[in-house]
Nanobody, 122 residues
Framework: QVQLVESGGGLVQAGGSLRLSCTAS????????MRWYRQAPGKQRELVAV???????NYADFVKGRFTISRDNAKNTVYLQMNSLKPEDTAVYYC????????????????WGQGTQVTVSS
């Protein structure tokens, strides 16, 4: 009953910036947390950043000081502002929502977006 739609990926030069967006829609009761993951070619998917329902944020060490996760609760949207991009940031970026939805609100569920490609050139 919940869908995630991502946007904002693209091609950017090293040192540039991109802002990714992910909007959740459907029968959402409450969102516990939203996360951004990424997966580079030949590598495992890794956690990039997380924001909880209370607004707390955490980041992987390799993006601290460069990336910022934020949310717009009214729009059920999470953003990832990426600055000072490096070629090693090249990956498919996925958002993930941890939430309760209607009508089965007893169970915590997780949903994935389809992914958006970020390519950083040297």
């Amino acid at each position: 009953q919940v869908q995630l739609v991502e946007s904002g990926g693209g091609l950017v030069q090293a040192g540039g910036s991109l802002r990714l967006s992910c909007t959740a829609s459907g029968s959402i009761i409450s969102i516990n947390a939203m996360r951004w993951y990424r997966q580079a070619p030949g590598k495992q998917r890794e956690l990039v950043a997380v924001i909880t329902g209370g607004g707390s944020t955490n980041y992987a060490d390799f993006v601290k000081g460069r990336f910022t996760i934020s949310r717009d609760n009214a729009k059920n949207t999470v953003y990832l502002q990426m600055n000072s991009l490096k070629p090693e940031d090249t990956a498919v970026y996925y958002c993930n929502a941890e939430l309760y939805d209607s009508p089965n609100y007893y169970a915590l569920k997780r949903y994935w977006g389809q992914g958006t490609q970020v390519t950083v050139s040297s």
